[in-house]
């Protein structure tokens, strides 16, 4: 996590991402001395925090690494162990400045067997950059080699990636060393108002620190950049920034003030003016935001690597330290929220939480920060920003992820939905205003037919035309239900008002027969039908008596 | 078959007569056209329904009841609940409470079913006759909508529909609804919902909280019309959507089920309540997903509409249009809310202003999804939506694809007014494209815009403006000529176009431009004729044009020209006519003396 911090506040000088490419690589460079416990101390802050795991997570995140000719010695596990013994001799010594020197001169040497050891490709860029050395000692060159230059900014992009690996690794595991940053971050920009003192007596013996090295390790520091440079006290405000996060990790840890030394130096040498860097922002944002778009090539991809891109690329892309500072800030705050359930769970945490409030340390009342703190950041990622709730459901669907949802916030909460089945309470007739609705509905998206089909599909419905498939009962749907027999069988009609024999009886028989063969009418009609004659018969039953023609 | 994607767009629509003649050009004629043969339809049906008795004969076997004359009169003449009920059937709203008053006094109980359908009747129709165009009895309620149509003039569309009318004091339904033995909450909700539609909102609510007081509960409809009714009795926004709210809650306590239309109504309520309208028309949305109800393109329109406001600039928004079609695409939509088809137009707008073409292709998409075409609302509707997305595309787009759109979209789907052929011009002028003007201008003809002189204009000034290849010069200057064949023939039918110095100044260059030497001259007499005074620069195209031909005649003849409009140029002109052309003496002097007698003038 404080590779994040460290990697967000830097990005303006390449020169930062350098010197942790130069760790990570293991390249026997000033640079490494300097940078290379603050890593271990970082992964040590991290094991100090949950146990080697995560360091050898980090390791296996540092193994991907890809295939440089320097960081091919990565891979090497022993030389891990190694060198990460040695960080822990070094911390154990932390307390004189000199002392550090020393143990990192020795670190050197051993970092130079290591690699001697495991790989002879490592022995290689070692000379390179010596000779590169020799060649910047004999001009006196101050200024930077650029084929360096533009090495560096590659192998920071790479650093970078590593970084994201790493860094979501370590994030997804312990939320609370992500609070603890956030801690330190949300009182540097007080800290840095007030205890410009501190930073004065850092410089000091930071300086020591570095003639010493210098001695040391001349050769190797030339080939990074000229040595005036880094003699010179130039502190930016980001390098007291960096200080002062070191200052209060030394009254946190020992470890941490080693490691604030070299926080302390990383940033100096970052903090080396290079116009080379500088133009390179611009491509190094897209090139961040690109890297983002790519998974990287760790497994496990906890959070977001937009998160870390945009942290980077805007605070690379902004002119000013104190910009890129206040956004770092804004970032940080936002793990808080995560963060602050977790709080009380770490000693380490707690111990610097005790000490922050020792140093009186309030949140600087800045209410256009806390107003929107992920609109700068948004700004700079072309609109596409990243939610305030980042959380487990963040973390699940990675690039996917949309900032809002329509239907996934939360709702009214008025209405309780219902399973059982709906009651069918509009059986009843529909009401004038039904019909009014549905003529409106049916209004409104009447359009005219677009070809003969469409005319015609329109005529079916209104009944003009046949329905398909073709039925020659249709429009008889009310005989429909009536079976065959009640239209064939119709002598069941004559049982009563008819005679039983006789011409009349005949002839009804006639018209039943008659009647069964007529397929036009409906059955109602062939009763009715019968039934007039019926009613015609018994009228006539006198006459037809007379006649004796009626027999019953 | 009938699928969209297979439509001809050389094709005119297939409501038109397949005449070339009958085909219209212009929109004014599609309007004439398409509205020619619903009213046609319409006189036939009015016949047949006035004359029922010579149209019983049912040829059709099976019965066709559609082709039969519809009953429009009153058949029952005595007093009773059945004449009632005929009255309520044929909307007869006067004739129905004149039944139901007589009913009364002849001491006839009238059953509640009856009652209620006709307080629905009268509630629905505001206590008036609905308007319908072949009963003289409208003419009363034409009149008063015509002077509510004089006082909102401006706005042409619809005039009818703006007219509002109002809910009066003590009319029928709430005589009616007083008369009743027993209220139920049918008869409420008639009441409630007849006053929330004639703008009787604070009377709604009165008449709600009266229901209650009755130990009553309402049904869906009321909630929902007492919901649209919320913005207009409160002021704030706070206080609007608190009482939205508590309906909302009402409504739950009573268990009454929201249906599409009660969110439907709430969203459009939303777009009324200011900024609380964000944030609470996306839990509405939720709380739609949470009950199983799927929203309806008229959600979605206020949704929009709630995060476009038409006068605040976009504030990067635009993801809310993005997540509405994805969530809408690829979906068929069948029409549940009359407000649904102002979907398509209103996305669009959203897309023009935000010039997002890709969301505009979007929306597009969904349009030939299915049967969603039918949504896209009547013709009025579709020019705004075709043509806002013509502008955008013009805009936005590549000419290339603009082109492609323009043949797919016009004639056949939409007829572009002045302003969008601008915009096509000026995709053509942007993307260097000016050779396709001639047919573009054929297409303007066609359209019925050529009358139009600022869009005349503008075509003329970018065939003028640069210079081209000899086939596209030519092709220019015919479609000058035929420009100015408009000027000339005018007077007619149409109101013909003005001549304007710029106009024939344009015009005789492309001419020039074109070698046309004679037409340019023609032109040249044509300033004199209309009184306009060609520029400076024109004669100087028209020098250089002589030159190149070296004709002194003609040299001769433009500087006469040009002191007879007493160009302040006039004496350069002269002098390099001296120095350029072989004169003859006479000439030299008249030109000398021109050149003198101008500067003396001067």
Redesign the interface.
């Known amino acids: 996590m404080y590779r994040i911090l460290l990697l967000s506040v830097c990005p303006v000088r390449n020169r930062a991402l350098h010197v942790y490419i130069r760790e990570a690589c293991l390249r026997s460079s000033k640079c490494d001395i300097v940078s290379l416990p603050i890593c271990r101390a970082t992964n040590g802050g991290v094991f100090n925090a949950f146990g080697t795991s995560s360091v050898i997570h980090c390791e296996k995140k540092e193994g991907p690494l890809p295939p440089k000719e320097e960081n091919s010695a990565l891979k090497d596990g022993e030389q891990k162990v190694a060198v990460k013994m040695v960080g822990e001799k070094v911390i154990e010594l932390q307390d004189y400045v000199k002392m550090v020197a020393e143990q990192s001169e020795q670190r050197v040497g051993v970092k130079m067997e290591g690699v001697t050891e495991s790989v002879k490709i490592e022995e290689i860029p070692v000379k390179m950059d010596s000779e590169k050395m020799e060649e910047i000692q004999t001009k006196t060159a101050l200024l930077p080699i650029p084929e360096v230059k533009l090495e560096d900014v590659k192998e920071s992009e790479e650093m970078k990636e590593i970084m994201l690996a790493s860094k979501t690794e370590e994030v997804k595991q312990k939320l609370e060393v992500t609070m603890a940053v956030v801690k330190e971050g949300e009182t540097i920009v007080e800290i840095q108002v007030k205890t410009e003192e501190v930073v004065d007596v850092k410089k000091e013996g930071d300086k020591v620190v570095e003639e010493q090295m210098l001695e040391v390790n001349k050769e190797e520091q030339q080939t990074e950049a000229p040595p005036k440079d880094e003699i010179q006290p130039v502190k930016s405000g980001k390098e007291s920034l960096l200080d002062l996060l070191g200052a209060m990790k030394v009254e946190v840890t020992n470890k941490r003030k080693f490691k604030a030394l070299k926080v302390q130096r990383t940033s100096e040498t970052a903090a080396r003016p290079m116009p080379a860097a500088m133009e390179s922002t611009t491509s190094m944002f897209q090139e961040a935001t690109g890297m983002a778009d790519v998974p990287a090539p760790a497994p496990s991809e906890t959070l977001s690597p937009e998160l870390v891109a945009a942290v980077s690329a805007a605070a690379a892309t902004l002119p000013s330290q104190s910009q890129a500072e206040s956004e770092l800030l804004k970032k940080l705050r936002q793990h808080e929220a995560i963060g602050e359930a977790q709080k009380n769970g770490d000693v380490n945490n707690i111990g610097q939480v005790v000490i922050i409030a020792d140093m009186k340390v309030g949140k600087k009342p800045n209410g256009r920060q806390n107003a929107r703190p992920a609109n700068q950041i948004r700004f700079d990622e072309d ?1 596409r920003g990243y939610t305030h709730d980042r959380g487990i459901t963040a973390e699940l669907d990675g690039g996917l992820r ?17 399973t059982e089945p ?1 009651a069918d309470t509009d059986i009843a007739v529909p ?3 039904d019909m ?2 549905a003529n ?3 209004l ?2 009447n ?9 015609m ?1 329109q005529w079916t419905k ?3 035309l046949w329905q398909y498939p073709i039925n020659n009962e ?3 749907e009310a005989e429909a239900q009536v079976p065959f027999h009640e239209h064939v069988f119709l002598e069941k009609h004559l049982e009563e008002g008819f005679p039983r024999q006789g011409p009349v009886r005949h002839f009804m028989e006639l018209v039943v027969s008659g009647l069964a063969k007529n397929p036009y009418y409906t059955i109602q009609q062939k009763r009715e039908h019968i039934a007039w004659f019926r009613d015609y018969f018994q009228q006539k039953e006198e006459v037809l008596k007379e006649a004796e023609v009626y027999l019953n | 078959m009938h699928n969209h994607h297979f439509q001809d767009p050389t094709a005119p629509h297939y409501m038109f007569q397949d005449d070339p003649y009958l085909t219209p050009r212009t929109s004014a004629e599609f309007k004439l056209y398409s509205l020619s043969q619903e009213s046609g339809r319409m006189a036939a049906n009015h016949i047949v329904n006035k004359n029922p008795k010579f149209f019983q004969k049912d040829f059709a076997e099976p019965h066709i009841p559609c082709l039969m004359p519809e009953t429009m009169e009153l058949c029952i003449e005595e007093v009773s609940e059945a004449a009632l009920l005929e009255r309520i059937m044929l909307r007869k709203v006067k004739a129905a409470v004149d039944m139901y008053d007589q009913l009364l006094q002849a001491g006839t109980t009238v059953s509640p079913d009856a009652s209620n359908d006709l307080l629905d009747l009268i509630c629905l129709y505001g206590d008036r006759d609905p308007v319908q165009d072949d009963k003289p009895e409208a003419e009363d309620v034409a009149q008063e909508v015509q002077e509510e149509g004089r006082r909102r003039k401006g706005r042409l569309r619809r005039a009818s529909d703006l007219v509002r009318i109002v809910w009066r004091e003590n009319n029928n339904a709430e005589r009616i609804f007083n008369l009743l033995p027993e209220r139920d909450t049918r008869a409420y909700s008639a009441l409630i919902r007849g006053m929330v539609k004639y703008g009787a909102h604070v009377k709604a609510f009165n008449t709600y909280t009266d229901m209650l007081n009755n130990r009553l509960t309402a049904d869906v409809h009321t909630f929902n019309a007492l919901i649209s009714a919320a913005p207009e009795v409160r002021e704030r926004y706070t206080e609007k959507w608190d009482l939205i709210v508590d309906l909302l809650n009402q409504m739950n306590e009573q268990k009454v089920k929201p249906n599409l239309l009660t969110f439907n109504a709430l969203l459009k309520a939303l777009r009324r309540c200011g900024s609380l309208a964000r944030a609470q028309s996306l839990h509405t949305l939720s709380e739609m997903k949470a009950m199983g109800i799927a929203p309806s393109l008229a959600s979605f329109d206020h949704v929009l509409g709630i995060f476009y406001k038409a006068a605040s600039p976009s504030q990067g928004q635009t993801d809310i249009l993005q997540e509405v079609m994805t969530e809408v695409a690829g979906r068929t939509f069948v029409a549940q809310d009359p407000d649904d088809v102002n979907f398509f137009s209103s996305a669009m707008r959203i897309c023009l202003d935000t010039k997002d073409i890709e969301a505009a292709y979007k929306v597009h998409d969904l349009l030939r999804v299915g049967e969603n075409w039918r949504m896209l609302g009547d013709s009025f509707q579709q020019s705004i939506y075709y043509g806002r997305m013509f502008n955008l595309l013009c805009m936005m787009e590549h000419i290339d694809v603009v082109l492609k759109w323009y043949k797919e979209l016009i004639p056949s789907l939409y007829y572009p007014n002045p302003q969008g052929m601008r915009d096509l011009l000026q995709a053509l002028d942007t993307d260097n494209r000016l050779d396709m003007i001639p047919q573009i201008w054929k297409d303007i003809r066609r359209m019925g815009h050529d009358n139009k002189s600022d869009l005349v204009d503008e075509l003329l000034s970018l065939m003028a403006r640069d210079k081209h290849s000899p086939e596209i010069q030519e092709s220019f200057a015919v479609c000058a000529l035929d420009v100015k064949s408009l000027y000339e023939q005018g007077q007619g039918a149409r109101m013909a176009l003005e001549w304007t110095a710029t106009a024939m100044t344009n015009i005789t260059s492309v001419l020039l431009a074109a070698q046309k030497k004679q037409q340019a001259w023609d032109m040249l007499k044509l300033f004199k004729t209309k009184n306009r005074v060609p520029s400076e620069e024109l004669m100087e195209e028209f020098l250089a044009s002589i030159k190149s031909s070296n004709d002194p005649q003609h040299a001769m003849e433009l500087v006469q020209i040009s002191a007879s409009f007493c160009l302040p140029s006039t004496p350069k002109l002269a002098e390099r006519v001296l120095q350029a052309f072989e004169l003859s003496e006479e000439q030299k002097t008249i030109l000398s003396e021109l050149e003198v007698s101008t500067e003396v003038s001067e």
């Not at chain 1, 037919?449 to 005319?455: A, D, I, L, M, S």
């Open positions: 609109g949309r900032r809002r949802s329509l239907f996934s916030g939360k709702r009214l909460n008025i209405f309780t939905p219902s709906e009401t004038l205003w009014e609705l409106q509905v049916a409104s998206t359009q005219m037919p677009r070809n003969g089909f469409e005319e599909i209104e009944g003009r249709a429009g008889l």
